[in-house]
């Protein structure tokens, strides 16, 4: 029998307790982000550094080069979900296997493969409390070896739309208050302090929820679920409410959708095409202040 995920985040002791299972799948998903001449930012793959140390028997696996739709004019978008199995079978995940994802930072990239798998309709998957930085810091096993899985005969897709919605649904939100929109990235960014895309501030109605004011700043780890559910509804949201969050372009916000899933909250939603999108619409409103 495979081996059954307990939860949407998994900690360290369990993951190092189940190292060799050969239903499990470990994926390394961090993406190492660059600064351009222009001071825009980019993001490139995390292989070679994976290549260098990583938990024994993960594979790497890029959310830009292979996870992403390439013919989208927006970055990091989610792709038809038979490329999105097609990938995943490439690293051994299909019917019957356990997946547990993993970054080197604030979980953003592991939770965007998380959700990614989610919204294909795989359940049995999870990210990784803490990340390589807590693996790392608790002295736990590491390789430079190289893993490869046998592909498997199905990656059965049961899509799921309602996870990753579009600019008419998160306008239709904004205007008829019909569900709660949550901003996920700094304070200065949210009150247009601080401009990092076409237009300053945040989309109208929206309430603030940094996706790493959830994570202890001492293990890197998401607090405890009573802490998680104590500073979401701190920020104005309710476990009857449907969410909607967002950031720059869908990957802080996936981080915030596994927070908030972890925590109990069912009505989820990413907004796929962020703030990369809404801004660069000059006839959708902003707010800043």
Request: with cysteine; net charge negative; charged share 20%.
């Amino acid at each position: 029998m495979s081996l059954t995920i307990p939860s949407p985040l998994v900690e360290a002791d369990w993951l190092e307790n189940h190292l060799g299972d050969p239903s499990l799948r470990i994926l390394d998903c961090a993406m190492v982000m660059q600064t351009r001449e222009d001071g825009s930012i980019a993001f490139a793959s995390g292989e070679p550094t994976w290549h260098e140390s990583h938990i024994p028997g993960s594979a790497y696996i890029s959310t830009g080069e292979e996870l992403s739709d390439k013919t989208s004019p927006l970055n990091m978008m989610m792709p038809a979900p038979e490329q999105l199995a097609e990938a995943f079978l490439k690293r051994g995940i299909g019917d019957g296997t356990a997946v547990v994802c993993y970054d080197r930072g604030n979980h953003a990239w592991a939770a965007r493969v998380w959700w990614l798998l989610r919204a294909c309709g795989f359940d049995n998957a999870a990210v990784l409390n803490g990340g390589w930085r807590k693996w790392q810091a608790e002295k736990r096993p590491a390789s430079s070896e190289t893993t490869s899985w046998p592909v498997p005969e199905t990656f059965t897709i049961n899509p799921r739309p309602q996870l990753m919605v579009d600019k008419a649904r998160v306008k239709t939100a904004s205007e008829a208050q019909d569900a709660v929109l949550i901003h996920s990235l700094p304070l200065p960014l949210f009150t247009g302090e601080k401009v990092a895309y076409a237009r300053p501030g945040r989309i109208p109605g929206s309430k603030h929820l940094y996706c790493e004011s959830l994570l202890d700043t001492d293990t890197f780890a998401y607090h405890d679920i009573d802490t998680l559910k104590a500073r979401i509804t701190g920020a104005g949201i309710s476990k009857d409410d449907t969410v909607i969050t967002y950031c720059g372009g869908g990957i802080a916000a996936s981080a915030n959708a596994l927070a908030l899933t972890a925590a109990g909250f069912e009505d989820v939603a990413v907004y796929d095409g962020s703030l990369s999108e809404w801004t660069a619409d000059p006839d959708l409103p902003m707010e800043t202040g």
